[in-house]
């Protein structure tokens, strides 16, 4: 970006997976970046409340009030903000069709682009057969997980005092496990296999943290990553380009922006069969 002190002007943004009330939540680097960047839309691909850390021991600094009185703020101004809970944030999934100060909730949506594709959004954790099927296994591996991301805070304090740039040990290890990296691959198979069934072009979901886009079988495959451990968004310009904004690898304030195919949008809610429903105004 040559120019920081102007916003940036997109069509749609897509986040997830930030989990307010987690230690590891880069509540400074997303403010930034909200603070950075103006869209018409903004979807919140789940988890970005971590309700499972704060039923453990409460933790809510003034950062996260900050970003969510700065998406509120947004939403007053008149960006369109839809919210679509995760397995993390799931207590909101009994309010399909609510808004909370502007800011709608909806268990899915498709969003269509400038040049008519379509992509089903949704976070994703009901085609994680663990988050599903062993709710025990599932938190176990949380708090393993909180430990990766503990080391990945001293590492990250350190590097800054050493001038290095942000790099994600969590991440870096959970791509040496090899479970881990069929787990990552089968789950994006049977999510890319849901947009089929829906019979739509795309897909765009979060979760396992760990952005990329691809084409899996004719399905566009996007996951918009996370703000714990990769600080990854994924912008829509108005001309219909889609590009996977990297947040982190610089100082705040800085932006690495890899370009990558189009889409831009209108969403509207899917029920659970993805069958479209009447949009409420």
């Not at 897509?14 to 903004?42: N, P, W, Y």
């Not at 001309?239 to 890899?258: C, F, H, N, Y």
């Amino acid at each position: 970006m040559s120019d920081q002190s102007a916003p940036k002007s997109l069509r749609t943004l897509f986040i997830s997976d930030v989990h307010l009330g987690s230690k590891a939540a880069k509540t400074d680097f997303l403010l930034e970046f909200l603070r950075l960047h103006e869209a018409q839309t903004i979807v919140l691909v789940g988890d970005i409340i971590d309700g499972w850390r704060l039923k453990r021991s409460w933790y809510w600094p003034q950062e996260c009030n900050d970003v969510v009185q700065k998406l509120l703020r947004k939403a007053r101004k008149g960006t369109r903000v839809i919210y679509i809970p995760g397995n993390h944030d799931e207590f909101l999934r009994d309010f399909p069709g609510t808004h909370f100060g502007g800011i709608e909730v909806a268990e899915r949506i498709i969003h269509e682009t400038a040049d008519g594709k379509k992509y089903l959004v949704l976070h994703g954790d009901e085609f994680d057969v663990v988050v599903r099927n062993a709710r025990v296994l599932a938190y176990l591996g949380d708090w393993a997980y909180d430990a990766a991301i503990a080391i990945n805070v001293v590492l990250a304090a350190v590097r800054r005092k050493l001038g290095m740039p942000y790099w994600s040990f969590s991440a870096w290890a959970k791509l040496q496990v090899k479970q881990a990296v069929n787990f990552i691959g089968e789950f994006q198979r049977v999510v890319a296999d849901e947009a089929r069934r829906n019979e739509v072009d795309g897909v765009i979901c979060g979760h396992i943290h760990h952005a990329v886009m691809e084409d899996i079988d004719g399905i566009h495959y996007v996951n918009t990553g996370d703000w714990v451990e990769s600080c990854t968004a994924v912008a829509e310009h108005h001309d219909g380009r889609l590009e996977m904004i990297t947040w982190s690898q610089v100082q705040p304030g800085d932006a690495t922006v890899k370009a990558l195919p189009p889409p831009v949008a209108t969403p509207f809610p899917v029920d659970q069969l993805g069958k479209k429903k009447a949009h409420a105004a």
